[in-house]
């Protein structure tokens, strides 16, 4: 059995503001292998940004609350003083952002700014940094890297920037890799690449990634667990084959149903969800989902726990509808609007 | 690099031309203005009045005036009107005063302007944060004159408590001690309107820069927070610092320091100016708006260079 990395256990995040308490995220819970690839996919304002970033003690503040634990390597990195998060992050946990355009200080060379991130863990000489930063660039397929090391970050395209900031981010060879929505400011013929090359990569440094998207496109391919999210809460998580072919969430139809694909017949309009996420001060009773969704009933004023309703284990969900029922209608939804009007 | 630099040059010439263009046409325009009757004093006959403006020349067309305005102004034989004493030579009597008053008073308000912005940004929202803000508001808000008279009213020689001596520049050359007890009042008279402008500027800079994706980037790799701060943070926060500063600092290098210069007695070049303003004396109005100019547009080509260095995304390649 691979080597446990991370334990997440029920964890929180709340944010006081000026609103009310923001409950950005609500008991999550998963694990980590090493080897292995997370995905965390779910809308703008799900909490899995928020959750990524917690791993990296990123989100914390004065108006930050959390709960529960982030174990990693059975240390609990929530419990940690900021002084002693510092040498884990990009040294245990290394992030990758969402725009490289902005990631990356304007004002250093590329190859500076890796040296830096080399030097605040390892204690090498500027020379043999630079060296491992033209060879992290030549890994991340930088062309003429020994010259592009003293480029400015304005001199790179954006897929190239993106494969900067992944070689700083596994500079330091880092167990963990997150990726924040690592494609999404990129052309679509980059962002094959990217997902392709942190692939590769990840077994090259024998590393674990969390890939966090709003695109199950984008980890179809690479992950090997998924976990959907939806207003702080984990909806549904199980192996990526698993959440792709017998999807038990209506929300995770909705995800589904929003993915222009060439197998199946083309619908006149890709399925959107209706609606927009809810307020996550104050979330609805119940099911989050229920306000959203076409399927809603009278149990689904009561919030159902993440738990196991099919055959296979480790396919959880939230979801108090019938299996079979499902299996039968969440077709319409995932083949797109001409399907549901026939 | 070269054509940025000459271009540059040329047009800060250009430019300090038309300044000196537009203050004689002003000057011209301006009722009250005829020099010949100033000159000739309050008893003059017309027929005197008449000489005296065949004499300088007023009776000229005003471009045959300018020009040889400009003439006298390259070759250094200006005249002022009222006093006739060479213009040229009282700028240079008064630089002395002028640039110690401004390079003592730039470097006291950059060092406390920058130190208040950042321990301000850094405990933004607590007490010390609104300490500050409180007093750099009443900096700012405090008018030279005024400040100036207090601080030499309660400080200076026959104040109240005498620490101080009480105005007048005291060359450098023959007692520098002397020279930086003259002038210390002076400084931090004029640097606690900059300091409070520039900490207030520096905040909002640094509050904004916090927030950038590329300190969460630096924050990401495990860096210190002082090195963020410092690194990541304070170079871009300190950019639109560096206009300021220089757009400043050549203004009262320049003679725009009219009030500080004038309260402490200084005798440098702002307070020459005061003085021509007052007498409608035109040539040494004409000679320290050059002078002026010439400091104005040499910074803003300075800080241009300056920013290239800062940020490599202007640079002329």
């Not at chain 1, 060379?109 to 204690?123: F, K, S």
């Not at chain 1, 207003?231 to 072919?245: H, I, L, M, P, S």
Request: charge should be neutral.
């Amino acid at each position: 059995m691979a080597e446990r990395l991370l334990d997440v256990e029920d964890l929180a995040v709340h944010f006081a503001t000026e609103d009310g308490l923001v409950r950005a995220v609500d008991g999550v819970s998963f694990g980590l292998d090493r080897g292995q690839v997370l995905g965390i996919v779910g809308e703008s304002g799900s909490g899995k940004s928020v959750t990524a970033m917690t791993l990296m003690g990123l989100t914390r503040g004065v108006n930050a609350k959390f709960e529960g634990a982030v174990r990693y390597q059975g240390k609990d990195l929530l419990q940690i003083s900021d002084r002693e998060m510092q040498d884990y992050r990009g040294n245990e946990i290394g992030m990758i952002f969402q725009d490289p355009m902005t990631s990356l200080n304007p004002v250093y060379r590329v190859g500076e700014q890796i040296v830096e991130a080399i030097r605040a863990h390892d204690h090498v000489d500027r020379r043999r940094a630079r060296r491992r930063a033209v060879e992290l660039l030549k890994q991340v397929g930088i062309p003429n890297p020994e010259s592009r090391v003293d480029d400015f970050p304005h001199q790179f395209s954006g897929g190239m920037r993106q494969r900067a900031m992944i070689a700083m981010a596994l500079s330091c060879n880092p167990a963990i890799l997150i990726a924040d929505e690592p494609t999404t400011a990129l052309d679509v013929t980059i962002q094959a690449q990217i997902i392709e090359l942190i692939g590769r990569l990840k077994d090259d440094f024998d590393s674990a990634v969390i890939m966090i998207t709003h695109d199950l496109g984008v980890v179809a391919d690479i992950a090997d667990e998924i976990m959907v999210m939806y207003a702080g809460r984990v909806v549904e998580r199980g192996a990526t084959r698993d959440v792709f072919y017998d999807p038990q969430m209506p929300y995770t139809w909705g995800l589904l149903g929003s993915i222009p694909r060439l197998d199946r017949p083309r619908p006149e309009r890709l399925y959107s969800i209706k609606g927009t996420p809810p307020s996550l001060i104050n979330a609805p009773r119940g099911c989050k989902f229920r306000p959203r969704c076409p399927h809603a009933f009278d149990k689904c004023m009561e919030e159902p726990k993440l738990e196991q309703r099919v055959e296979t284990a480790g396919h959880l969900d939230r979801c108090w509808l019938d299996v079979t029922f499902k299996r039968e209608h969440r077709d319409a939804m995932i083949a797109g609007e001409s399907t549901e009007a026939a | 690099m070269l054509t940025f630099l000459i271009r540059r040059v040329i047009g800060a010439a250009l430019v300090c031309l038309a300044v000196t263009f537009i203050v004689f046409v002003i000057f011209i325009v301006v009722p009250g203005g005829d020099p010949a009757q100033r000159i000739a004093g309050k008893n003059a006959t017309q027929q005197n009045i008449i000489n005296i403006r065949h004499s300088w020349g007023f009776d000229q067309p005003f471009y045959v005036q300018y020009w040889d305005m400009l003439k006298k102004m390259f070759n250094g034989d200006l005249v002022s009107y009222t006093s006739q004493q060479n213009v040229v030579g009282q700028i240079v009597q008064g630089m002395p005063a002028t640039f110690s008053l401004t390079i003592g008073a730039g470097i006291i308000w950059l060092f406390f302007g920058i130190l208040v912005g950042v321990i301000s940004a850094v405990t933004a929202g607590r007490l010390s944060d609104r300490l500050i803000t409180v007093f750099a508001l009443i900096g700012i808000s405090m008018p030279v004159f005024w400040l100036g008279i207090v601080a030499r009213y309660y400080f200076a020689e026959g104040g109240i408590a005498t620490v101080f001596p009480d105005g007048e520049y005291y060359p450098i050359s023959q007692n520098p001690a002397q020279w930086f007890w003259h002038l210390l009042l002076p400084w931090v008279v004029l640097a606690v309107l900059f300091i409070g402008f520039y900490g207030r500027v520096l905040r909002g800079n640094i509050l904004d820069a916090i927030n950038e994706d590329y300190v969460r980037t630096a924050k990401a790799k495990g860096l210190s927070p002082r090195r963020i701060l410092i690194k990541h943070v304070l170079r871009t926060s300190l950019i639109p610092i560096v206009t300021l500063f220089g757009l400043d600092f050549a203004g009262v290098l320049g003679g725009g320091a009219i009030l500080t210069e004038t309260v402490f007695d200084l005798h440098g070049v702002g307070q020459y100016a005061a003085q021509s303003i007052n007498n409608f004396d035109l040539p040494p109005i004409m000679g320290v708006t050059m002078y002026g100019a010439f400091f104005i547009v040499t910074f803003s080509v300075l800080v241009d260079l300056f920013y290239a260095y800062l940020d490599p995304r202007i640079r002329p390649s």
